[in-house]
């Protein structure tokens, strides 16, 4: 079986960094070829297991195939390292090696510039392909972990890129060491609750293998309590990895690395880990109402205030950072819906609540593989932009639509489906996440949430169309601006021919549905009473157009869509409606709110010096006083001791013979108490 070699495919890229890492500068490129290859033969391989399990009676009954070897052993518990492999596991590798891949394609002309660094970047791109490929592949949380820290390790060393010697200068080049150490930072917060949530688990359930942890019966006999803590701490860590409200600060911040790079860690790696976690973990939550209805309220809550910040940023890069932000809300707020629903289902008995929460699940995942292509093709199109005009602030560009026709018709089809435009991806699965939510609004004591956290939803479909419109008009509309005037025009066939190859998959994808290909990422129970993914027949074109479109809310959004796109064509491109009597000219309140983060990095500041500066300064004088008193108080007693025995070591005769004596007459009056005390004469 195909299936068998799984393991090659976090493997291949591996290898890669290590040859890159040691030959990189005697190899063409930089090895930029190489690792091109490598993720060309994990997609490859990809494609193979897929097929070959989609195909298989595994994938009915029991909806995966894995395998594992004991790893080591530890308190009479066996740690296992193997693979997993069902439809979540196949999808996500799907689209992280082929989206990487051309990501790679695309640095070829990208980072051409580069001379030796070449050779550090394609090493650790590589290196960060092999960490999300063998965090979906893995068999067991304590396998998954060592890949998801593997990311983190990357990620820091990737937007670090231009710590030194940085094009522009080195205040870049500070920001950019000072954006690296910050995504470590607080991603290492949500990973220390990830791994306390291990532990946790571990002492509930006595193994972390998918097959124990995820099985009904194990679920039941376990303490519900035990398994509601464990699953928030493992839910922390897809707040830090996927920039969650609160942790969600990092990531426009690392928009200091290279465009290359943030276009893996918004559509290939990273962010999508923490989702691919809810997604792998939702048998877990599911066991307690209250984790998803936690679930969708930070998804909900995150896909809102992240679109306010992207409505008036003039950074290209950073606007779509605020986006990634929302759409993974999006992303928390469909599985936290669909959650809850297949919770009231699974207590109550009810199998049409079973089968909303079971949609909520597949819109979440449709909406990631969506997310995956047009924000890859979203962050590539801005980089030709940068890489033509040299800045990154919109409103230096303009016109770039007559010099850059392949990058602007491109980009127009990822806004379009980022948008939700009807009939583009996007707007299949964010229509599908609406309804979702709605449908848990209907349900249950906390219904009225999930109506707000609705209309949130709709509202941040409003800003997002409105958004990404905006950045377009900007860009490549209008009268060319001072960069645009200078710009050299289209770049490159290694980097437009991904951005072709991308727009095609953010315009179709979404029809995967209407050929009953969303059987793949459904979930349920099988006839066994044990959790799958996948394992069922698809429900057609009729049944999602019944869905949709005999639903009044969806023509809804399609309105506020259609309106977003059209003020910001009036403001933006037309400009018959002046942007600046919205915002008092950039002196309003809630302009200002939202140009500073609502002021969220001020907040993490007084947080780290407030709380983080004391609890330092209190470990750092428990260190000084307490330990290093401690040890230096007993050197200090022996170095004394010495010295005084020392001193009593003068070569004298006299005083030797005089130390004798009087140890011998002390000796005899000790004998003489001892002997009267205990009945001597």
Request: with cysteine.
């Amino acid at each position: 079986m195909i299936v068998e070699y799984v393991w090659l495919v976090p493997l291949i890229p591996i290898l890669c960094f290590v040859l890159v890492g040691f030959f990189g500068n005697h190899m063409h490129q930089g090895g930029g070829y190489l690792s091109i290859a490598g993720a060309a033969a994990s997609f490859i391989i990809s494609i193979a297991v897929s097929v070959e399990f989609w195909t298989s009676a595994a994938y009915t009954d029991p909806g995966y195939v894995t395998n594992s070897i004991t790893w080591f052993s530890l308190g009479g518990h066996d740690v296992n390292l193997g693979y997993y492999v069902d439809s979540l596991a196949c999808l996500v590798m799907l689209f992280a090696s082929f989206i990487s891949m051309l990501i790679f394609i695309y640095s070829l002309g990208y980072m051409g510039d580069q001379g030796g660094r070449k050779r550090r970047y394609f090493a650790e791109v590589s290196l960060f392909l092999t960490g999300m490929l063998g965090l979906a592949a893995s068999s067991n949380m304590i396998e998954m972990f060592v890949f998801w820290e593997l990311m983190g390790l990357c990620s820091y060393l990737l937007i670090g890129f231009w710590s030194f010697n940085h094009p522009e200068g080195d205040a870049k080049a500070i920001n950019a060491a000072s954006a690296a150490k910050k995504a470590f930072l607080v991603t290492r917060a949500g990973d220390v609750c990830l791994m306390g949530g291990m532990f946790v688990l571990f002492q509930a359930m006595g193994s972390l293998d998918y097959t124990v942890i995820f099985n009904t019966a194990n679920l039941n006999a376990a303490n519900p309590d035990t398994l509601f803590l464990a699953s928030l701490l493992i839910f922390g860590g897809a707040i830090g990895k996927s920039a969650q409200f609160p942790l969600m600060d990092w990531l426009p911040d690392a928009m200091a690395g290279p465009t290359t790079v943030s276009a893996l860690i918004h559509a290939a790696t990273m962010v999508k880990a923490g989702v691919y976690l809810v997604a792998r973990c939702f048998p877990l939550f599911v066991m307690n109402i209250d984790v998803m209805l936690f679930v969708g309220v930070i998804g909900g809550v995150t896909a809102f205030f992240a679109a306010t910040m992207a409505m008036n940023n003039m950074n290209i890069k950073k606007v779509l950072a605020y986006s990634t932000l929302s759409q993974l809300g999006y992303m928390f707020l469909s599985l936290g819906a669909g959650g809850y629903l297949m919770a009231l289902g699974m207590q109550s008995g009810d199998t049409a609540l079973m089968a909303a929460g079971a949609l909520g699940y597949t819109a979440g995942i449709l909406h990631m593989a969506n997310h995956a292509f047009f924000k890859g093709l979203l962050f590539l199109c801005s980089g030709s932009v940068i890489h033509s005009c040299g800045t990154e602030d919109m409103r230096l560009m303009g016109g770039l639509g007559k010099k850059m026709k392949i990058t602007s018709i491109t980009m127009l089809i990822g806004s379009l489906s980022i948008a939700g435009f009807p009939f583009f991806a996007g707007f299949w699965s964010k229509d599908l996440v609406l309804e979702t939510a709605l449908d848990a609004a209907g349900n249950g004591a906390c219904g009225w949430i999930f109506l707000l956290l609705w209309f949130l939803g709709v509202v941040t479909a409003f800003m997002t169309a409105f958004y990404m419109f905006r950045l377009w008009y900007m860009t490549f509309a209008g009268e060319p601006r001072e960069n645009a005037q200078k710009s050299h025009g289209e770049s490159p066939h290694s980097m437009t021919i991904p951005l072709c190859v991308l727009s095609c998959f953010a315009f179709a994808f979404g029809f995967v549905l209407l050929f009953g290909f969303d059987g793949l990422f459904t979930i349920g129970l099988n006839a066994d009473g044990l959790w799958q993914v996948g394992g069922v027949a698809g429900a057609g074109a009729v049944h999602y157009f019944l869905e949709l479109f005999t639903n009044p809310y969806t023509y809804l959004t399609i309105i506020l869509v259609l309106g977003a796109i059209f003020l910001a064509y009036l403001m933006y491109c037309k400009k018959t409606v002046d942007p600046g009597k919205f915002n008092k000219h950039g002196q309003a309140w809630l302009y200002k709110a939202c140009a500073s983060r609502w002021w969220l990095p001020e907040i993490y500041n007084q947080v780290s010096w407030k709380l983080g500066y004391g609890v330092a300064k209190c470990v750092d004088f428990f260190d000084r006083q307490v330990i290093d008193g401690t040890v230096n108080g007993l050197s200090n007693a022996v170095i004394g001791g010495g010295e005084l025995a020392r001193k009593a070591q003068d070569g004298n005769a006299h005083t030797y013979a005089g130390v004798v004596i009087g140890g011998a007459v002390a000796l005899f009056a000790v004998a003489l108490i001892l002997f009267v005390v205990y009945g001597g004469i």
